[in-house]
């Protein structure tokens, strides 16, 4: 890896490892693209449980996710002192909005994080993204950043068998393995072509860095089917 190397931090959260999937190909495409990755897991002071395993503990979860409930974070490592040429900002979305742990670290840390850097967020989500991303967005600038891009992984199952599956997989059922459900609703969470979609962005962000181009107009799946 070259002296003049990009460096790039990954920064997320991941609660039932859909989102850590994606990062896990994103960083293998920046670094075979010759950028230095570094990663930072947002890690809850209370740990918290998946699936969360009632129906009732669930609907709880999704009224106080809806509501943008922060949930506080362990402090973060070193990595996070240093300086980059972009900062990724990874999550899911919960109940149409960023989750509690991305929401404290944008409290807690926002604007020594952000201020003055090039920001690309990747959103993991079931399908209604857009109210996640105007959030996001908003706080973001409002730290000081320069979100330049974004990525958007959406569950492929349709609807409404995703929601329910998604619902179900929380309150601790298997709804990929229900005789009437599993027709509609195969699995959870995002197809192995995701993946694989993550990496390419990957390449093409550091392959982007490592030439002095514009991030904003590389193609990074930030539209979706509706």
């Given at each position: 890896m070259g002296r003049n190397a990009a460096r790039v931090l990954i920064i997320y959260y991941s609660f039932s490892a859909q989102t850590a999937g994606l990062i896990h190909r994103l960083s293998a495409g920046l670094a075979e693209a010759g950028v230095t990755v570094r990663e930072e897991r947002?890690?809850?002071r209370t740990p918290l449980k998946f699936p969360i395993g009632t129906i009732s503990a669930t609907l709880a979860m999704m009224l106080i996710t809806f509501l943008r409930g922060r949930i506080?974070?362990?402090?973060?490592?070193?990595?996070?002192?240093?300086?980059?040429?972009?900062?990724?900002?990874?999550?899911?979305?919960?109940s149409y909005n960023p989750s509690g742990p991305v929401l404290s670290l944008l409290d807690r840390d926002g604007r020594r994080l952000f201020a003055g850097q090039q920001v690309v967020p990747l959103i993991?989500?079931?399908?209604y993204w857009r109210m996640h991303w105007w959030t996001l967005?908003?706080?973001?600038?409002?730290?000081?950043?320069?979100?330049?891009?974004?990525?958007?992984?959406?569950?492929p199952s349709r609807e409404p068998w995703r929601t329910i599956g998604v619902f179900l997989k929380l309150a601790g059922r298997v709804p990929e393995k229900g005789r009437f459900l599993g027709r509609y609703y195969p699995r959870y969470g995002h197809a192995r072509e995701q993946?694989?979609?993550?990496?390419?962005?990957?390449?093409?962000?550091?392959?982007?860095?490592?030439e002095g181009r514009s991030l904003a107009d590389l193609d990074l799946g930030g539209k979706v089917p509706g």
């Open positions: 947002l890690m809850p506080p974070i362990q402090p973060l490592s070193d990595l996070c002192r240093a300086r980059y040429d972009l900062l990724i900002l990874a999550g899911p979305t919960w993991s989500c079931r399908g967005s908003w706080q973001l600038a409002r730290c000081g950043a320069r979100v330049v891009n974004r990525m958007i992984f959406a569950h993946l694989e979609e993550a990496h390419q962005y990957g390449r093409r962000l550091g392959l982007a860095l490592a």
